[in-house]
């Protein structure tokens, strides 16, 4: 394992990197390959959602609402790779689209549901399982092993990113 000595304060404690060192982060691979497999995930998905006629978020709500009664607009959100301020934006597209419908939750007033219309349901019923092929060529090169390996360094890298690292060398 390669060591890249970082600035250190009279105790001995980390204070962060160097200008002249930080290039050398012994991470800084790991994020560039995280990087480029995300990118090369987005482009080649995309290219094939824009062919079939969808955006890749449009795709996303589609796929999420599919198969489901429909869900408040927090569910949606928390389901999909959208952020919560494009949302919004989104179902108004579908829903001038004839996609999607809004209709207030029974139970909840204020709760607004999402839910596909026939035409949506049309759509995802022709794009969803088109797609999952299309991306199943990619994937099923593969083993059902090496999936789970990669979804279980995923799911460890984003658990770092979610857990508070405390704080930064030489800030405290």
Known sequence: MTTIAIASNSDGDVTGYTPEN???????????????AYQ????????????LG??????DVVATLGNTPGMTLGELSGRT?????????IIDR????GLVARCDKASDRRCVVARLTPAGEAL????FPGHV?????????MSAEEQAECRRAFEKVEAL????????????
Do not use: C, W
């Open 22 to 36: 930080a290039s050398r982060a012994p991470f800084l691979p790991l994020v560039r390959s995280m990087v480029r």
């Open 133 to 141: 092929d299309y991306m199943s060529r990619f994937f099923n090169r």
């Open 54 to 59: 969808v955006t890749p978020s449009q795709f």
């Open 161 to 172: 990113f979610e857990a508070d690292p405390g704080p930064v060398p030489g800030e405290e």
């Open 81 to 89: 790779l959208i952020t919560k301020s494009a949302l919004t934006g």
């Open 40 to 51: 090369a995930f987005v482009e080649t998905s995309g290219r094939h959602l824009r062919d």
């Open 94 to 97: 579908l829903e001038r689209q």
């Open 124 to 127: 995802f019923r022709e794009v």
